[in-house]
């Protein structure tokens, strides 16, 4: 079969030593990994700026101890037209300007994921993120103080970064199948919180010199990367010359001391797209709604997701305004802090994969997640405020189970149910399936910072209670599928006796 040099990435074009035979599945399934990593971190570090910024844009709250007071900069001063009494729920719709196009433009963005070309989709989606976030940030510098120039910002902002999610996920999963899915996708989807981190510390450590600066370099980094994902994606196997399920891949796999032939191992994996016309028609968006386990799952990350982006927007003002050991923080200290629900994320995707890979049941390790992670929650409202080793303890807990059961389901789960039996022949249904389940997510993460903003004005506990409130539902989608998880791998005698080991 020869190789593809249509849409090539540049790079591989140019440097023949990238190709097949020189260079191995294995290392463009890794280069895969990297560079969709690299450029979805990228994403979330462009779209942090606006929660660390928020306690400057924002209200200033007058505390009590002349020594906290003392502490305070003249950036407390706030921006018009966030500094005002309503300043918090304009805040708030800010969010929910970015949100809502972001989900919107996810269903449009999976569809039209799967009839072009992802590398070029997903490039154009970076560089117009990092366009708008400068843009953004201009409004410092310029003197801007229109609430309808942030909005309408963040409403276009959000339309290119809705692009990233089914592109990233579409390449991964043409790459790797479910052999160790849960895990190879908890590991990578680690971007998220990754891009999370880099982007507090960027904004929170440029925000001395004025909130502009916090937008400016992670719109220059965001740019940055997505000249390299130009330079070097490849999107899937086929497209760098690696030949078709039905031509044997010259590799195999040992599993319990036996060696399984590459030809099961690339059908299980679905390695690459088969080249007949049914395999390359695109499923239609209703269709897909209408597949196996995407509408519970979805449902579930509506919820989940409005959990997790509650604390993305909203966790450092949250800090800033919360004593810690009678102490209120500076909002480069809070900013910083925030990260910790981050880490706590990576490790959660990361352990929620692996589980799940262990008992083959998706379902069912979400609903533990989401169990623990409210008795999580109310310890930290309620005892974290006692220390700041108490602070970081509780808050890295409540991110890892927080996040663990939204990772699993926005990668693994969208990747398993985007090539499930029932589509098998279509391969042109994941980047679709992604975009609904994410999508529909994004939904739910439009709504929680919003409520946060009009709830936070009752207290901060109320906030807790909606956040509590909404895992409780996430995880009431959910148990169906689990029931019917638990019934199979009993019937399969795998359950309770004997646990699946990831292969």
């Known amino acids: 079969m020869e190789s593809k040099t249509l849409n090539l990435a540049p790079a591989i074009s140019l440097f023949p030593s990238l190709k097949p035979p020189q260079k191995s599945l294995l290392f463009h399934q890794i280069s895969a990994l990297i560079i969709t990593f690299l450029a979805y971190a990228s994403f979330h570090a462009s779209r942090k700026p606006p929660s660390i910024v928020k306690s400057v844009l924002g209200p200033s709250f007058q505390f009590n101890s002349s020594i906290i007071q003392s502490n305070l900069n003249s950036t407390d001063t706030g921006w018009y037209p966030f500094n005002g009494p309503e300043g918090t729920r304009r805040l708030g719709e800010l969010d929910l300007a970015f949100l809502s196009s972001y989900s919107i433009g996810m269903y449009v963005a999976g569809h039209v994921g799967d009839r072009i070309d992802l590398r070029l989709f997903l490039v154009s989606g970076m560089f117009g993120s990092g366009v708008l976030t400068i843009i953004f940030g201009l409004g410092y510098w310029f003197n801007i103080h229109l609430l309808g120039f942030f909005v309408g910002v963040q409403i276009l902002c959000g339309l290119f970064q809705s692009i990233g999610w089914p592109c990233v996920v579409a390449v991964v999963g043409n790459w790797f199948g479910k052999a160790k899915r849960g895990l190879i996708m908890g590991i990578w989807n680690s971007h998220t919180s990754v891009g999370n981190i880099i982007g507090s510390v960027v904004a929170s450590s440029v925000l001395e010199f004025g909130w502009g600066w916090s937008f400016l370099v992670p719109g220059v980094l965001v740019i940055l990367v997505g000249?390299?994902?130009?330079?070097?994606?490849?999107?899937?196997?086929?497209?760098?010359?690696?030949?078709?399920?039905?031509?044997?891949?010259?590799?195999?796999?040992?599993?319990?001391?036996?060696?399984?032939?590459?030809?099961?191992?690339?059908?299980?994996?679905?390695?690459?797209?088969?080249?007949?016309?049914?395999?390359?028609?695109?499923?239609?968006?209703?269709?897909?709604?209408?597949?196996?386990?995407?509408?519970?799952?979805?449902?579930?990350?509506?919820?989940?997701?409005?959990v997790a982006y509650t604390f993305l927007y909203w966790l450092p003002f949250y800090i800033r305004h919360t004593a810690v050991a009678g102490v209120h923080l500076s909002h480069k200290t809070a900013g910083i802090l925030s990260t910790i629900f981050d880490i706590g994320g990576v490790f959660g995707g990361i352990l929620a994969g692996y589980i799940s890979d262990i008992i083959e049941a998706r379902a069912v390790t979400s609903i533990v997640f989401l169990s623990l992670s409210i008795p999580a929650l109310i310890l930290y409202r309620v005892y974290g405020s006692l220390s700041m080793v108490a602070n970081i303890t509780l808050m890295f807990i409540s991110g890892l189970l927080v996040n663990g059961p939204y990772s699993l389901i926005t990668t693994a789960v969208a990747a398993d149910l985007g090539t499930?039996?029932?589509?098998?022949?279509?391969?042109?249904?994941?980047?679709?399936?992604?975009?609904?389940?994410?999508?529909?997510?994004?939904?739910?993460?439009?709504?929680?910072?919003?409520?946060?903003?009009?709830?936070?004005?009752?207290g901060w506990n109320s906030v807790f209670f909606m956040l509590i409130i909404s895992i409780f539902f996430a995880s009431l989608f959910l148990i169906r599928v689990a029931k019917s998880e638990i019934i199979g791998k009993m019937n399969e005698g795998k359950w309770p006796l004997n646990v699946a080991t990831p292969h």
């Open 420 to 458: 499930q039996d029932t589509i098998k022949g279509n391969s042109r249904a994941l980047a679709t399936v992604t975009a609904i389940i994410d999508g529909t997510g994004s939904v739910g993460a439009a709504l929680g910072p919003l409520l946060a903003g009009y709830i936070s004005t009752k």
């Open 227 to 306: 000249i390299f994902v130009f330079l070097f994606l490849v999107v899937s196997p086929g497209d760098i010359g690696f030949e078709s399920s039905e031509k044997e891949i010259e590799m195999t796999v040992e599993v319990d001391g036996d060696e399984t032939s590459d030809k099961v191992e690339s059908e299980e994996m679905g390695l690459i797209r088969a080249e007949n016309s049914d395999s390359l028609a695109a499923i239609g968006f209703l269709e897909a709604w209408k597949l196996p386990g995407v509408a519970p799952f979805a449902l579930c990350l509506f919820f989940s997701k409005l």
